[in-house]
């Protein structure tokens, strides 16, 4: 049983039943696929190609309307999913200039901060994307089963079709090649002439090609310009985007090209509003290009994968800084944080709290090596990381993560943004340290060595999710049982030196005794040292470089919330 979009299943059963010019066992001028794929992006050669497609699938056209009339008819039907827009967007603080190499491109006017919104767009058209349980597995479609472009794109060949002025102009602008890749192609060419031929029953072959070939068209424009509609929400404890709906923003569409490493990001309102805000966290300088992601990250996959992917589905091949470097990539830091993170998962399980802190504040680390300073999605990272601190029992760290998370956020996410509303109302519930010397000793403790948080627990912590333990002699308790959790050579080294003074303080111990009685006598030492050489691991917890420049991160996180209510 074959999954996925109904009109997808429809092209590769005529296809593997022989009845496509292209299939194996076809003869003809059309029997050579690859030769196809090039005659459909050449306005003179393509209309022969769906014309032996309309009369190939003539004879099946029955069998096509009752698959596909009653989908059809209930995308067409469908209320558009947000309010559509027939004004020009405008820009500001940027404008769009013609380059010779990356053609229309938005670029600053002016400089422009960080959280700095460019543009507010309505959609032109868009469609509902809802999740389907096929066998097991959850697919995201369209209205009636059908793709989500082959729902939008008959959204906007309907209003072509019914001359709406915006509509006819779109089409003029927006480039409608639909990417390199051949399949794709070939598979958009069936799909148009199944759906004109079961939207116009009364349709002879003549009109059925016209309609086919625009529809051909709409399905190329909607390819490489229409953009995924997705909020971040929360589902059995797991924070992930969704994908509610895809929509054309042709201003969006025509103006802002893709970076692997972009300096803007997208934001949805509920009623769809695109808004366009600059996320480089030291801004964009005058006259730079402002850019955004059209799917591959340099963070998440290297430079062959990522222009593979721009090549097959928008047909370029990406320049930009991160594609051109010379320097081989390294994602051993990604391997890292997600061993790092599992190792988390199944401390949390255990309800280790302590040594999930640990092993998540590694993965933070980890991550910092990767996402630029400032980065989203490290701000996410430090939530998590967040939460597990709290039920660690540190809720002086706790509200550090937050608060750094929260400047991270607040510019860019709206105000619904799980992540963001968790950091704000922590932050609002967590009490502030008094003493700037607890706070200076719990910044330098978070950021030593291996991120070993302290495990003190807080007795003013308004959070039911901490443990109360007792009070009496509370310090030296603390100060000792971080010897039974350490879990790093520094933490350990650190552990003992605090579990030594405390015993010398306490004059439970003599000072001689520690050191030695034919040691010479010298001064106790407050910190210890590592020496830099030194490359082993205790409980497979890494070193990190450069510990003090750590900031913010994100992974999915199905760990540390707490419960703000």
């Known amino acids: 049983m074959q999954h996925g979009a109904i009109d997808a299943i429809l092209a590769s059963r005529l296809w593997s039943d022989g009845l496509l010019p292209w299939s194996l066992t076809a003869r003809g001028s059309f029997s050579d696929p690859f030769k196809v794929a090039a005659a459909l992006t050449d306005p003179a050669q393509r209309k022969p190609v769906l014309a032996a497609v309309v009369d190939a699938l003539l004879p ?113 602008e927006l480039m409608d090649h639909g990417g390199r890749d051949h399949a794709l192609r070939r598979e958009r060419a069936v799909v148009a002439v199944m759906c004109a031929l079961a939207s116009g029953q009364e349709w002879d072959a003549e009109e059925a090609l016209a309609g086919a070939e625009a529809l051909f068209l709409w399905l190329g424009r909607v390819r490489i310009n229409a953009v995924a509609v997705t909020a971040l929400a929360e589902q059995h404890g797991m924070v992930e985007f969704a994908k509610n709906a895809l929509a054309l923003y042709p201003g969006l569409a025509a103006a802002v090209n893709h970076d692997c490493r972009p300096n803007a990001l997208l934001r949805f309102s509920e009623d769809q509003e695109l808004e366009l805000i600059i ?97 989203i999605e490290l701000a996410r990272e430090e939530c998590k990381v967040a939460g597990i601190l709290l ?121 001689e005794v520690l050191r030695g009685s034919e040691s010479p006598a010298r001064p106790v030492c407050q910190t210890t040292s590592v020496a830099d050489h030194f490359a082993g691991a205790v409980l497979g917890t890494e070193r990190w470089k450069n510990a003090e420049s750590n900031k913010p991160g994100q992974t999915r996180r199905a760990l540390g919330r707490p419960s703000t209510h």
């Open 60 to 172: 099946r056209r029955r069998q096509l309307v009752q698959a596909l009339e009653s989908p059809i008819r209930e995308t067409l039907n469908a209320p558009c999913f947000g309010t559509s827009a027939e004004q020009e967007p405008s820009f500001q603080g940027a404008h769009v200039v013609q380059r010779a190499r990356s053609g229309r491109t938005l670029v600053a006017a002016r400089r422009l901060e960080l959280g700095t919104v460019i543009l507010q767009e309505r959609p032109l058209e868009s469609t509902r994307v809802c999740p389907v349980l096929q066998s097991d597995q959850e697919l995201r479609l369209g209205p009636g089963g059908l793709a989500p472009e082959t729902a939008l794109a008959l959204r906007l060949w309907r209003a072509d079709a019914l001359a709406r002025p915006r509509v006819r102009g779109v089409a003029r």
């Open 279 to 375: 996320s480089a966290p030291h801004g964009v300088e005058i006259d730079e290009d402002v850019t955004i992601s059209y799917g591959p990250m340099a963070t998440v996959l290297p430079c062959l994968d990522r222009r593979s992917i721009l090549l097959g589905q928008y047909g370029f091949e990406c320049a930009c800084v991160e594609c051109c470097r010379v320097e081989p990539e390294d994602f051993s830091w990604r391997t890292r944080a997600q061993r790092f993170d599992a190792r988390a998962c199944e401390e949390a399980q255990r309800e280790n709290w302590r040594a999930a802190a640990v092993a998540s504040s590694a993965s933070l680390a980890a991550l910092n090596e990767g996402y630029m300073q400032g980065d």
């Open 391 to 511: 039920r660690a029992g540190d809720t002086a760290l706790a509200r550090e993560h937050w608060a750094r998370a929260a400047d991270s956020l607040r510019p860019l996410v709206s105000d619904t943004d799980p992540d963001c509303r968790e950091a704000l109302d922590m932050l609002a519930q967590l009490p502030k340290t008094s003493e700037p010397a607890k706070k200076e000793g719990s910044r330098a403790e978070a950021h030593r060595g291996a991120h070993a948080p302290p495990f003190e627990q807080q007795s003013d912590c308004p959070c039911d999710l901490i443990v109360k333990s007792q009070r009496k002699d509370s310090a030296k308790i603390a100060k000792v049982a971080k010897f039974s959790i350490a879990s790093s050579h520094v933490e350990f080294s650190n552990a003992l030196t605090q579990m030594c003074a405390a015993m010398v303080s306490a004059k439970r111990v003599p000072l």
